[in-house]
């Protein structure tokens, strides 16, 4: 499995950092003279040359699921909570009704798809972010 395929994409990288969130992570997507190039600690001395001035947390899949709440509340009642799979070749990451003994999807809630499973994980947090049901600011990265 290649790093790219264990870290978000770099558009969801960016949305993120414009939505707020903390950047600290493992890996970083970093503009390197005109290019976008994946950097991690292991390419760390590789790039150092002051260069790279601009950058955005790589949330890897393990970080993105940190980040992620366990379990989403709604008014007074807490209904659903994260939950992901792989689905058609795809990963998928979507809110589950914890109410329900089988744990269906509450479709009431988008669920999220990507090629890769930082990717599903990335456009769930966004939408939580966006719609107001988690803080930017309140998010543990580590």
């Known amino acids: 499995m290649?790093?790219?395929q264990q870290v978000c994409s770099l558009d969801l990288a960016k949305r993120l950092k414009e939505l707020g969130v903390r950047q600290e992570s493992v890996c970083k997507w970093v503009l390197r003279y005109s290019t976008w190039v994946l950097w991690d600690e292991g390419t760390r001395s590789e790039f150092e040359t002051g260069a790279e001035k601009e950058y955005v947390s790589a949330?890897?899949?393990?970080e993105l699921g940190e980040m992620l709440p366990k379990e989403i509340t709604r008014g007074d009642i807490t209904t659903a909570k994260c939950a992901e799979g792989f689905e058609k070749g795809r990963w998928l990451v979507a809110p589950i009704d914890t109410n329900d003994e089988e744990g269906a999807h509450d479709w009431n809630d988008p669920a999220f798809y990507g090629n890769t499973e930082a990717d599903a994980r990335a456009k769930m947090l966004i939408h939580?972010?966006?719609?107001d049901t988690i803080e930017a600011d309140e998010i543990n990265v580590h």
Do not use: M, P, Y
């Not at 949330?59 to 393990?62: D, K, P, S, W």
């Not at 939580?128 to 719609?131: N, P, S």
């Open 59 to 62: 949330f890897t899949v393990a």
């Open 2 to 4: 290649t790093l790219e």
């Open 128 to 131: 939580l972010i966006e719609h």
